[in-house]
């Protein structure tokens, strides 16, 4: 896997996991307890994120998956809605396709492994978590604890784990899947910690 030129977000592993774990905090931490709709308003982040990474690589090779992605974010969008989701969710969107348009802007003029460009991109993650929660009852401040409980300890770790990357020519496989795995089960331990005492 060579590091120039812009990879495609989609097949970012992490990026994934940040936005699963954040979808499930959001849904599991507020009081009304509503999981189903929690996760149908975090399909409508899940759907951006589709959208976003067609954006990233060119949507001439990519227009099918940016027209699933607006399918998918529109649909539970409008779905989340008519279940009675709290419309202040539109607020954490508006600021993860804000954040999420500024990484990509970010990785092409100073590179994916550029402290600012790690944190900004994953900011749109993280902000799923108060999307879900205000949506689903959450209040306003609880909300911006979750954002940042789960998009410090991302930076954290994200920077960490570019640090060993910077200077490589290119990237083993095998050794980055283990690493994977390794910042999953952080994160998903972080996860966990954040519903257990919220």
């Known amino acids: 896997m060579s590091l120039s030129g812009m990879p495609d977000p989609l097949r970012s592993h992490g990026a994934w996991i940040t936005l699963c ?11 009304r307890g509503l999981v189903e709709l929690g996760l149908l308003v975090g399909t409508v982040f899940a759907g951006g994120f589709l959208v976003l990474s067609a954006l990233a690589v060119g949507l001439r090779r990519t227009s099918r998956r940016a027209w699933l992605g607006l399918a998918l974010a ?25 954040c999420g348009s500024l990484g990509v802007e970010l990785a092409r003029s100073r590179g994916i492994l550029d402290t600012p460009t790690l944190c900004v991109s994953l900011a749109p ?16 401040v609880q909300s911006l604890e979750l954002f940042l409980a789960l998009w410090s300890f991302a930076c954290w770790r994200s920077i960490r784990v570019a640090r060993s990357l910077r200077g490589a020519v290119t990237w083993d496989r095998t050794e980055l899947r283990a690493r994977g795995l390794r910042e999953a089960a952080w994160s998903a331990l972080w996860g966990i910690a954040i519903v257990a005492f919220a």
């Open 74 to 98: 529109g649909a539970s969008f409008v779905g989340a809605l008519a279940l009675g989701a709290r419309p202040t969710f539109l607020v954490p969107l508006a600021a993860a396709v804000l």
């Open 125 to 140: 993650f993280t902000l799923a978590a108060p999307g879900v929660a205000l949506a689903t009852g959450g209040g306003i």
């Open 21 to 31: 774990i954040s979808i499930a905090v959001g849904a599991l931490v507020p009081e």
